[in-house]
């Protein structure tokens, strides 16, 4: 098999007949798959259904909130059903959501690969996810957790009775999911790249999967040891987090959030590569300072295993430590504001089109910049002894992982949709929705920073009646935001059957994913591609594809 | 990359070598522990462990000599995070007791 | 931030390499399957590291805080069956370092020989562990309802005061943490069982055994977590 040069920014053949979707129709043809874009599609079915469960928990927890009294649910309830939410958001929707659907997707695509390296453990990956998800569905529906998705010592070891080891063996077990995720993304990136791929010429979206899955592999075994240490306590009286013994509940929360902290970045960092890709797409320029935001990735991963101690400034560790960390969360500070800082001078003198894919970039900036710069004030150790366990702390994350991981997964959703399945969507709809998604958004989280900035505790099914008219606004906003959601489930499904016929390249994009037919065949690329560009080479379009073309 | 250049094994007498040393590690590092040398005690221990891992990481392991420098770095890269696990682990169980 | 350019092997050896039944569709040859395998091993190997490190972190944190007690635990494990131990995992260590390269020189007999005496030496270690085991048991030493510890003397053979809740700490450690461990090597003996008969039916030559290598690499690691568990546990408090 010869090489060829295929030349930059020209459409390829159109569709054939012949692509990894028709490629076989049978159950088993997917089940058995090891075609990484099967594969990714199995995930966008797995996770979106986890994506709905999690946040059918949001809305009763929403809805209890509606009024100060416990109408809908009791204490014993209410706190199984924040911990279910925060469960599968956290471990089944969040952490696996872009790099295990859109990762699993682009990352061979964009390298010009024909799989991922190891193709059978990207499908145990998914049977590990699924098997985690099972059981956590077995949790949900005989008994629950009620100790929040942070499993803290000792309520978790001595005192809870319901059903941590089997929660904790779902979390570990979506863990491994996600560590062979990471590994095979990480050899992948190493090993697989078509010939003249350099490092400074891979698209963004790959140096920041490739900086999530180096937090996978070293931060996941760490929680992994950490929950079975929990179930072994449970199990076999092993004390090691025993405060009667001398065990430490502290250094449960040290291990925890060791992981958990990074884990933050695992969400975060793939969606900021796809948002990399949108601005440049839409506003038809290479990112400014590409390198800087490549290597940007990789910092935010090295640093967000220095800051974890943050979420323990009020639980008893020394002061020293706590400004110790306080300090270095700063730190992680700077390679985010060097993203935001280069999308937006990306952005300058761009020709920028306003397709749905570019508003969820917006949206991105504008939230994450807001859930970035209250995360800076709650690293400052004087406010966040005021504000600790109090809705601040949930809107701040909340605009990190909800309007940050969401909004990219969904702008990077709609510009790849093409792509996956060979159909754009509808524009008008999807504007509709990334409108509503941003309002209902805000409208739901706004509040939260003013509640928890007056004072209202979270994790409580109960509320002083203060505190009613902002819980109304922000139920309000969350019914907003559902129908955000659900309408894309709904014209996604719709386009597969009435959607225009994509073509190759539908945004005239650069990179190489959009060289190959939409939807790809089964190996990728007819013939390894060779690679004598640079990422985002748009200045070398032709003036007549310098816009990129928005469907009405 | 040329064709062959994996694989620096070396003699089977080589190998014997190591496990001799190895296992003369073993023997001094038990001796060793039966002699009071107070703070020292853990400090010797910990040293021939770590020479002995060394050991299998280069020669066992094959990093010593390896096609390529990857293979070191993901090495060096795991202890490098397991330390900023103790050490910042460290920070605050060390400085609990200062007032 | 940059490895050598495997990735840009040249096409033409797909031509010799097609015919090699080992050889993944994706892959353009087999040096660069070989090492893709290669770092993925060494990728899941840091993540082993990491997972006993946070073991490793609760003993360096507990022993500092409650150093007496762990003094007075370890001095009750039997350092002369940890020895034993430490020494038959070197063995077995090089047994699996001659079997890469029986593998690699295609001595099929030798190979499977090396193998299988690598599983027996896998299984003496447990053996051996589980004789500690026993003994914990008659001691109650095993954390729990029924353990009981009264065994802490100075060089007098003075009794002293340890809280015995913060050994039951120590024992607790000390369970997870070689447990764990030995259920890495019962893995590993089982790994290296199924390679051992893989191997006798021939399905390794000298273009192609990358799974000998990466068990053996698998093999290695354990190795080395036990050389530091060893003087961790038995020997470094001895005297205190």
């Known amino acids: 098999m010869a090489s060829t040069v295929i030349p930059a920014n020209r459409a390829p053949a159109p569709t054939p007949k012949l692509n990894y979707l028709n490629n076989g129709h049978t159950l088993k043809s997917w089940l058995l798959t ?48 924040f911990t279910m939410h925060g469960i599968i958001m956290v471990f089944f929707f969040l952490i696996p959501v872009v790099p295990a659907v859109l990762g699993n997707f682009l990352v061979p695509l964009m390298i010009g690969a024909k799989d991922l390296a190891f193709p059978r453990i990207n499908l145990l990956s998914w049977y590990l996810y699924i098997i985690g998800g099972i059981l956590i569905s077995h949790v949900m529906l005989t008994g ?131 948002v990399s890709e949108l601005i440049a797409c839409f506003a038809r320029k290479r990112v400014f300072g590409y390198k800087f935001v490549a290597l940007s990735s990789v910092a935010i991963a090295v640093f967000g295993f220095l800051v974890w101690a943050h979420h323990m400034f009020v639980a008893g560790i020394s002061l020293y430590a706590a400004m110790i960390f306080s300090f270095l969360s700063f730190s992680v500070g700077v390679p985010s504001a060097v993203k935001v800082f280069n999308w937006t001078a990306t952005l300058y003198k761009g020709s920028i089109s306003y397709a749905t894919p570019m508003l969820y970039a917006f949206g991105f900036i504008g939230l994450f910049t807001m859930g970035g710069l209250t995360g800076l004030m709650l690293a400052t150790i004087g406010i966040d002894v005021h504000v600790t366990d109090t809705y601040f702390v949930v809107a701040h994350f909340h ?72 819980n109304v606004l922000s139920t309000a906003g969350a019914s907003i935001l559902a129908a955000g959601y659900l309408l894309p489930m709904i014209y996604f499904v719709w386009s597969l059957r009435y959607g225009k016929i994509a073509g190759a390249n539908p945004w005239h994009a650069a990179g190489l994913e959009w060289k190959t037919t939409s939807p790809p065949p089964t190996f990728n690329f007819d013939e390894t591609p060779v690679v004598t560009w640079e990422a985002y080479n748009y200045d070398e379009i032709p003036p007549w594809e310098r816009r990129a073309p928005v469907a009405r | 990359m040329s064709e062959h250049e994996e694989h620096t094994t070396h003699s089977q007498g080589f190998y014997l070598a190591i496990g001799i040393g190895l296992l003369v590690l073993t023997a001094t590092t038990v001796g060793a522990a039966f002699v009071n040398l107070g703070p020292f005690n853990p400090i010797i221990a910990l040293l021939i462990a770590t020479i002995k891992a ?36 460290l920070a605050d169980y060390l400085t609990r007791s200062w007032r | 931030m940059h490895d050598s350019q495997s990735t840009t092997g040249p096409a033409t050896t797909m031509e010799h390499e097609a015919h090699n039944p080992a050889l993944r569709h994706h892959f353009a040859d087999a040096q660069q399957q070989k090492n893709a395998a290669s770092l993925g091993m060494w990728l899941f190997l840091v993540t082993e590291i990491m997972f006993f490190g946070g073991m490793f972190c609760a003993y360096l944190v507990y022993r500092l805080a409650h150093f007496n007690a762990f003094a007075a635990g ?52 447990l053996v051996i562990k589980g004789f500690e085991y026993r003994e914990k048991f008659e001691k109650h030493h095993v954390p729990g309802p029924t353990f009981n510890f009264t065994d802490k003397f100075d060089d007098n053979g003075k009794q002293i005061p340890v809280n015995p809740k913060e050994a039951e700490l120590f024992f607790s450690l000390y369970f997870a943490m070689t447990g764990m461990h030995a259920l890495h090597m019962i893995i590993g003996c089982g790994l290296f069982t199924v390679l051992a008969v893989l191997a006798w039916k021939g399905h390794y030559n000298p273009g192609y055994f990358t799974p000998i290598e990466n068990a053996g690499l698998y093999w290695h690691l354990v190795d080395i977590i036990w050389i530091y568990l060893f003087p961790l546990l038995y020997l470094i408090s001895r005297h205190s």
């Open chain 2, 54 to 89: 060394t050991l299998v990481v280069l020669f066992f392991m094959h990093v010593k000599g390896a096609s390529e420098k990857l293979t070191g770095a993901v090495v060096v890269s795991g202890f490098f995070f397991l330390a900023i696990l103790l050490s910042l682990s």
């Open chain 1, 144 to 274: 629950g957790v009620d100790t929040g998705w942070t499993f803290y010592t000792p309520f978790s070891t001595e005192y809870t009775n319901t059903k941590i080891v089997e929660a904790g063996l779902a979390v570990f077990i979506a863990g491994f999911s996600s560590i062979f995720t990471g590994l095979n993304f990480i050899v992948t990136i190493h090993r697989m790249r078509a010939p003249g791929l350099t490092w400074d010429r891979l698209p963004l979206f790959i140096w920041s999967n490739y900086a999530t899955s180096l937090v996978m592999v070293l931060g996941t075994p760490v929680v992994a040891i950490t929950i079975v240490l929990v179930a072994v306590e449970r199990l076999f009286h092993l004390g090691i987090f025993d405060p009667r013994l001398g065990g430490d509940p502290l250094l449960f929360q040290h291990l925890f959030w060791f992981y958990s902290h990074p884990a933050v970045y695992i969400m975060i960092l793939p969606s900021m590569g796809v």
């Open chain 1, 399 to 470: 605009y990190v992982m909800v309007g940050g991981v969401l909004m990219g997964y969904l702008g990077g959703m709609h510009f790849w949709w093409p792509k996956i399945t060979g159909r754009m969507y509808p524009e008008a709809w999807a504007k509709l929705s990334a409108l509503l998604v941003f309002v209902g958004f805000n409208l739901t989280f706004f509040p939260q920073f003013i509640l928890g900035y007056v004072g209202m505790p979270r994790r409580y099914w109960q509320y002083p009646p203060e505190f009613q008219a902002l």
């Open chain 3, 74 to 125: 370890s001095q009750q494990l039997n350092i002369w069956m940890g020895a034993t131990n430490t020494a038959v995992l070197i063995v077995s260590s090089v047994t699996v370092v001659l079997a890469v390269k029986a593998a690699e020189a295609g001595k099929r007999k030798v190979l499977v020989g090396y193998l299988v005496v690598t599983v027996l030496l896998g299984m003496t270690f």
């Open chain 1, 34 to 81: 090891t075609d990484h874009k099967r594969i990714a599609v199995l995930y966008l079915i797995s996770v979106t259904a986890f994506f709905f469960l999690g946040g059918f928990f949001a809305m009763l927890i929403r809805l209890e909130l509606l009024t100060p009294q416990g109408d809908l649910m009791q204490a014993d309830t209410y706190n199984k059903v």
